[in-house]
């Protein structure tokens, strides 16, 4: 390829990703290439939608046969995995979880959970949550237009989906907000999504919190970048991502005591993936060096 392009199999194959779901089929990128920090593996674009850093010289963008993306003047960048801590009520949760380097938190804003928030509790949780964190609203099988009503009350950053809504809905719901989709590994994977949530109870009464085969969810060929969830703790992430190699991992009864998010906890398990990756990371330098 030219210089400035990179093609599918060259980000692939460095990474050992390839059930990622990332798709580039080449896009010119020197003038965006000054503006990547050293390190740096994944942005958030100027509409909060992923876009990956995957070497030196090189930035692809997650949706198939798309020209990679130069980074926009609110881009937020990121030198690892994609950490979002689920079911935030105080915002003492908030401030643990940003203090950790968790990249996105989630308010239940589908009705009769234990960690449902009215709307005027979570667009107070919201103006807590600081700048470079998502703030992600998660539904389940709502009526489309109260989703986006309560998306705008509360000023989410991003939409999950984690019931069995249908493509059409999802679709239209994306042309809006970035979207993650929780799948559970039985119905069709989503099409309309920019990140997927690998969790096998989702489209039920969401998250249990419950342990599954991780391994499941390796080299699964997803529309977009692959999340994982389900039973993760900060004792067991590092398997978890070991056995299924994801984009970013969710978590949410696993760092709580009690019913409550432990501040403790959250920091446990984010500096629990950010050693798994250092070690993968190594392992890839030393193969690329074999």
């Known amino acids: ?40 593996e994944w942005a958030l674009d100027a509409r909060a939608r992923p876009v990956r850093a995957v070497s030196p010289t090189a930035i ?3 949706m198939p046969a798309a020209p990679c993306l130069p980074p926009s003047p ?17 915002a003492e949760d908030v401030a643990a979880a940003a203090a950790a380097g968790a ?5 239940i804003l589908a009705p009769g959970h234990r960690r449902t928030l ?3 509790e979570a667009a107070r949780l919201r103006r807590a949550v600081p700048a470079g964190v998502l703030a992600v609203g998660v539904f389940l ?9 309560a998306v705008r009350a509360v000023g989410c950053d991003a939409v999950q989906l984690h019931g069995r809504e249908p493509e059409d809905y999802r679709e239209a719901l994306r042309a809006d907000f970035p979207l993650i989709a929780a799948w559970n590994l039985e119905d069709p994977a989503p099409l309309a999504a920019d990140w997927v949530l690998v969790e096998p109870h989702a489209g ?10 991780w391994g499941r969810a390796h080299g699964l060929h997803l529309a977009a970048p692959m999340l994982l969830g389900g039973g993760l703790t900060p004792a067991n992430v590092a398997a978890a991502c070991d056995a299924a190699l994801p984009f970013g991992v969710d978590v949410s009864s696993g760092v709580e005591v009690g019913g409550r998010k432990d501040p403790s906890r ?7 993936v950010r050693r798994w990756e250092e070690g993968r990371a190594q392992l890839v330098a030393a193969h690329d060096r074999a």
Not at 266 to 272: Q, W
Request: glycine fraction near 12%; hydrophobic fraction near 35%; charged fraction near 20%.
């Open 118 to 120: 009215g709307l005027d």
């Open 60 to 62: 692809t963008a997650p």
């Open 141 to 149: 099988d709502q009526p489309l237009e109260e989703v986006r009503i």
């Open 1 to 40: 390829m030219a210089d400035g392009w990179v093609t599918e199999e060259e980000w692939r194959e460095p990474y050992g990703r390839a059930n990622q779901g990332h798709r580039c089929s080449g896009g010119p990128v020197a003038a965006a290439l000054a503006q990547v920090p050293a390190g740096a």
């Open 103 to 107: 990249s996105a938190i989630g308010m």
């Open 266 to 272: 959250i920091s446990l398990f984010c500096e629990a």
């Open 74 to 90: 609110t881009t937020v960048w990121r030198s690892s995995m994609f950490i979002k801590i689920c079911g935030c009520r105080r």
């Open 204 to 213: 039920r009464s969401g998250g249990a919190g419950r342990q599954w085969d």
